[in-house]
């Protein structure tokens, strides 16, 4: 494929890439390119997606970061972006590494200043996209009936009680009354 020797780390679009790795394999692990974009990248510019990463030239590395930061210019469909429509500037955008984050965080606070439905649901921590939440989505403590600490004792002269619960309320009986006892000293 090149003149030029084999690299063993490639870097694209800051991100360093093994050069034993596959091409579609390497550029789904810079994020915000999965599987189809990584594919339509390779084959927009003619490159084998069989070949390993560390074969590219200097030249299709450059290729490569100048199709990933504006893939509009290279007739991307904008279904394909990840970011349509953005709220602020109203242009289609293809986020990347740390701005996918960062752009998550933002929306997801202006949502909740807004007090919108949404906004509400993650301040809560609930399901905001109209999931069922009755028996899924459950976090934090167990749920269903807490056990209430003691059975409630059972009096002495009960008719139904078997005689070892007799016995055991006739001791907690006797227990309380002398810690009762003690207190009054």
Same mark, same amino acid.
């Given at each position: 494929?090149?003149t030029q020797?084999?690299r063993?780390?490639?870097?694209i ?9 596959k /091409? ?21 510019l003619?490159? $084998?997606?069989?070949?390993n990463?560390?074969?590219?030239t200097?030249? $299709?590395?450059q ?10 210019s ?7 972006l990840n %970011?349509?429509?953005d ?7 293809h ?10 965080? $933002?929306d997801?606070? %202006?949502? %909740?200043?807004?007090?919108?439905? %949404?906004g509400?649901?993650? /301040?809560?921590?609930?399901?905001v ?9 459950r976090?934090?403590?167990?749920v ?7 059975a409630?004792p059972v009096?002495?002269?009960?008719a139904?009680?078997p ?11 006797s ?8 207190e009054k000293k």
């Open positions: 494929m090149s020797e084999y063993h780390i490639v870097r679009v800051g991100n360093d890439i093994l050069g034993e790795k /091409m579609v394999v390497g550029l789904t692990q810079i994020k915000g390119i999965g599987h189809s974009f990584a594919t339509a990248i390779l084959d927009t003619k490159i $084998n997606i069989n070949s990463i560390g074969n590219l200097e030249e $299709n590395v290729a490569i970061e100048k199709l990933i930061l504006d893939p509009i290279a007739k991307f469909p904008t279904w394909f %970011r349509r429509k709220i602020e500037t109203g242009a289609d955008l986020l990347l590494t740390s701005d996918i984050p960062f752009t998550l965080r $933002n997801i606070e %202006r949502e %909740r200043v807004a007090a919108s439905w %949404r509400y649901r993650h /301040m809560s921590g609930l399901k996209r109209g999931q069922r939440t009755r028996t899924s989505g976090k934090g403590g167990a269903g009936v807490a056990k209430g600490g003691l409630a009096k002495k002269g009960s139904g009680a005689p070892a619960a007799a016995e055991s309320a006739e001791s907690a009986e227990a309380a009354a002398a810690a009762a006892a003690e």
